[in-house]
């Protein structure tokens, strides 16, 4: 993963950036091919397994009934936790990925924590009592370059094909009790149409690029992760690594992540749309 | 206990195998670009992807072995791969042996004095687990390390069986390990027939054993056929990606 660039190359890739044509032939605003596959681990509530370039990922929610949170009583609860695995690289191996697992935890954790944007009032089953955990567990299986966004898009994907069982309330007041269904196709969807995704734009020389390659990245100075939401809104927004970014490249920065993240949205839609004809279930 | 067969249900066990029926395999070779080997194995519904790195310099260069390399090995099973959620903890007594297992047992079948001073990496990750978990990893490193490269002795399959009302079940899954009977675990170098792993927990009667690892030798015997062809179909598309016609 470690990756090392003469100094000629690292001017190259940077004029390439900086000119809109990179050393793939993209330009600065172009994703490399998106592979996704949903409900590919059968253990788990909801799954999803992203490739793009060379970092893949696999994403599996598993749900659960917990007690609800005392500050927040009406909703549900999302844990996202990052893993990158020993078979991505060597330096994974036992504390060897602390570092970065932390890092991609909070990211993520951040994109997806805004209660206002997303829809947990969905997961509470017993107001102030019982809700709904969704653990969702992201494991880097190669770790090549944009692991945030690739995290995200399976994220998303995952959340769409979730099924959670129904549950069934009864009684009144403090004898209020709940039964989950055992039939596993008594089972009900979420709506995953208000939910973000991150867009990390990296800062290239003067410029700016997304869906870095490894070689980009390393040319890089400091990154913006833009939480994008369908409709257009910027849910979440945080600057990462080093390096300073200048204020109206800021702007700029925003801007494209927004557009990017509504086209990632739509073509996102339209595949889990179509994978939903395919299903039975 | 209607876990295992029994004759209410013609003998069958509670996903339908026969006693000595295998469980579905399906492997690829391959599947990571970053490391120098990669494999994943599929039997039933367990899935383990291995990767394999080297032949390298060794990273810790007291543990440097002048003759021959050094096999380093890691086992990791993912949060969401049993049914119930597990919270990843870094240096669980339970993985750290069965990393230790498969760094023993491939240090019996890689030809390790090939490569003096230097140190192979494998590592495994379990993303799905149901039952045999250990065995599949083995079957899966042995992919990996072809794979990469890295000249073996021969091939190592493992199985894992249990005996149940006199009869041998070969690879068992999560319901028949979690009832309790003796869990029987064999890796095979199929060719010479040698026993490179043994495990047995719990209890099993003396009568029992002759029986048992003939049976389980036979199932290794089995997966080698197996992940042969699947070896001979991988050389022959990678090879024509050079315009060469591999004699397998």
Redesign the interface.
Known sequence: MATRLSINEIRYIIDGVEQDFRTDGRAAEDYRHVELESRVLPNTNGSARCKLGKTEVLVGIKAEVVDVDVHAPHIGKLVITADCSAVASPKFVGKGSEALENDLTNILSFIYHSTETLPLKELCILPGKSCWQLNVDVLFVQCGGNLFDVASIALKAALHNTTLPKVRVSGEGIEMEMEVADDPYHVWKLDVSNWPICITLYQIGCSFAVDPSEEEVACSEGYVHVGVLPSGDVSSMEKSGAGNIDPTVLLEMVEVGVRVGEDIHNQLDKQLEAEKSLAKL | KAVVSTQSTGGLRCDGRRPQEMRKLKCELGV????DG?AIVEQG?TKV???V?GPHEC?NRTARNHERAII?C?Y?F??????V?K??M??DKKTTEVGVMIQNTFEAAVMLEKFPKSQI?I???V????GGERCVAINATTLALINAGIPLKDYVCACAATVFQDSVLLDINNLEESYRGPLFMLAVMPQTESIVQLQLDHRLHNDHLDKVVRETIQGCRDIKVLLDRQVKEWTVEAAAAYEIKPRV
């Open positions: 990571s670009e970053g490391a990669s519904y992807l291995v990767s790195f990273a380093s890691s990791n993912a949060s969401f791969g049993a049914a959620r919270k990843k870094t240096a990496d590592y495994v990750q993303l799905q687990g149901d």
